[in-house]
Every structure is written in structure tokens, then in C-alpha cells.
């Protein structure tokens, strides 16, 4: 439960969105997916330094990009970005969990 509010926390920060707490990982990327066509459509700048920013993987992005050319971009983006941030929050609570369990006495 708490990796979904981190993930909606960072998204919602991102994108200006409203995600609802309950919302679903697919109904997540269809909301995300909306101001990513806007930012293609519009600024597309502003969004190549956003998944820079969010430390995107470019070489998958273009890769699923041209493996499904016939489906929404957006939808495609926001699905990578999602799986990002889920990443990045478990790797920060893996590593959380390895801090507690060192003693007092040998911690920095």
C-alpha cells in the first residue's frame, strides 16, 4: 500500500494530476497518459526532460515505440514512466530495509 502512495505521491508531482488512491496500475497509466499526448501534441521538449529527468530507459522507450507503432504513444510512455517510478521505489525500500539492519554502533 505504501509503494501505490509513493507512486500516485511522484505522479500526481509530475504531472498534475489527480489520482485517486484506489485507482487500478491500467486506470493509472490512462490518466498518466493524458498530459503525455498533450506534451508530444505541445511541448514536446518540456516532456524528453521529463523522462529524462525520470531516468527512462531511451533505448527501451524507442524500442517499444517501434515494436507498437499502431497503439497510442502516451499510453506507451506513461506505461514505461509507471514502471519506472515502481522501480525506483522498491529499490529505495530494499535499501531502507538493508539500513535498518545495521547495528548503531557501525552506521555512518
Same mark, same amino acid.
Given at each position: ?27 493509472? @497509466? *490512462?490518466?498518466?497518459? +493524458? ?6 501534441? #505541445?511541448?514536446? !521538449? ?30 506507451? @510512455? *506513461?506505461?514505461?514512466? +509507471? ?6 521505489? #522498491?529499490?529505495? !525500500? ?15
Amino acid at each position: 500500500m505504501e509503494t501505490n502512495k509513493q507512486l500516485i505521491d511522484n505522479l500526481q508531482s509530475e504531472f498534475a494530476v489527480a489520482i485517486p488512491p484506489t485507482v487500478s496500475l491500467d486506470q493509472m @497509466i *490512462a490518466m498518466i497518459a +493524458v498530459p503525455v499526448n498533450a506534451l508530444i501534441q #505541445k511541448d514536446f !521538449q518540456k516532456l524528453v526532460g521529463i523522462l529524462y529527468r525520470l531516468d527512462v530507459s531511451e533505448p527501451k522507450l524507442r524500442y517499444m515505440l517501434k515494436m507498437h507503432n499502431e497503439e497510442d504513444a502516451g499510453k506507451i @510512455i *506513461a506505461t514505461l514512466i +509507471v514502471e519506472r517510478e515502481l522501480q525506483k521505489i #522498491k529499490t529505495r !525500500q530494499a535499501f531502507r530495509k538493508n539500513d535498518d539492519e545495521i547495528d548503531e554502533d557501525e552506521r555512518w
